[in-house]
């Protein structure tokens, strides 16, 4: 089985630029999660899909984040425009069990804004 | 308000000993689950262990062992005869139950580093 797919691994953008992060979660989980750890701090919730619907998006930092999922297979993350503060690195999960069990993460799409 | 405080930045050790990282929580829930996720260099992050708040077992796997005390609300996570491939980032984490995403709260990890 396929584990959870994020691309890219790294990415490098300057201040005002636009970034999308993709996520490829396990085929068959509906649950699909978002977070973002920032410079040593916790890992955060951003938001979570229940198939293509957002089920939360209560983590979303503010209106630059926007979120999809097409047709409930993969998500995407858009950042518009990146300001510095965006860098971290950002982690995709999916689960077919809403309460956590099973949570899959992928590795991560660390990004840096200078 | 749900936290999760991992008090311990960063611990290095040498092979074979043993280290325990502390894992104290908060919440206001009577029912949740609590986690341990390990983070290698490679950056994925690793379920190692889920434990619900009614079963204040202690478990073993191999040379992991966590001790579940409500009491004092803590999780805390022991490595036995640490291996430098236990080298890692490791992660504390709590989910309440019921609620409609059980979102994973986290802590801010404890970076440990075993030296050879």
């Known amino acids: 089985e396929a584990g959870v797919t994020q691309f890219p691994s790294h990415s490098v953008i300057e201040k005002g630029q636009t970034v999308t992060l993709r996520c490829d979660p396990i085929?068959?989980?509906?649950?699909l999660y978002w977070y973002r750890r920032v410079m040593g701090k916790e890992i955060k919730f951003l938001l979570h899909?229940?198939?293509?619907?957002?089920?939360?998006e209560s983590g979303m930092p503010n209106n630059r984040f926007l979120a999809e999922r097409t047709g409930g297979t993969y998500s995407t993350l858009k950042v518009q425009p990146a300001e510095l503060e965006d860098s971290g690195v950002y982690f995709c999960?999916?689960?077919?069990?809403?309460?956590?069990?099973?949570?899959?993460f992928g590795s991560g799409t660390r990004l840096t804004v200078v | 308000a749900q936290k999760v405080t991992q008090a311990q930045t960063e611990i290095s050790v040498v092979e074979k000993e043993d280290v325990t990282l502390d894992c104290v929580y908060e919440?206001?829930?009577?029912?949740?689950?609590l986690f341990w996720y390990k983070q290698p260099p490679s950056g994925e992050l690793v379920f190692l262990i889920r434990r619900n708040s009614f079963d204040e077992q202690n478990e073993i796997s191999g040379r992991y062992s966590w001790n579940f005390q409500k009491s004092t609300s803590s999780f805390n996570f022991t490595i036995t005869a640490s291996q430098v491939v236990d080298s890692a980032v490791y992660f504390c984490a709590l989910s309440e139950v019921g609620g409609a995403t059980n979102k994973l709260i986290f802590g801010t990890g404890t970076l440990l580093a075993v030296q050879p």
């Open positions: 899909f229940v198939k293509e619907s957002k089920q939360d």
């Open positions: 999960a999916s689960s077919q069990d809403w309460r956590g069990y099973g949570y899959t």
């Open positions: 919440t206001r829930d009577t029912t949740y689950y």
């Open positions: 085929s068959g989980h509906d649950n």
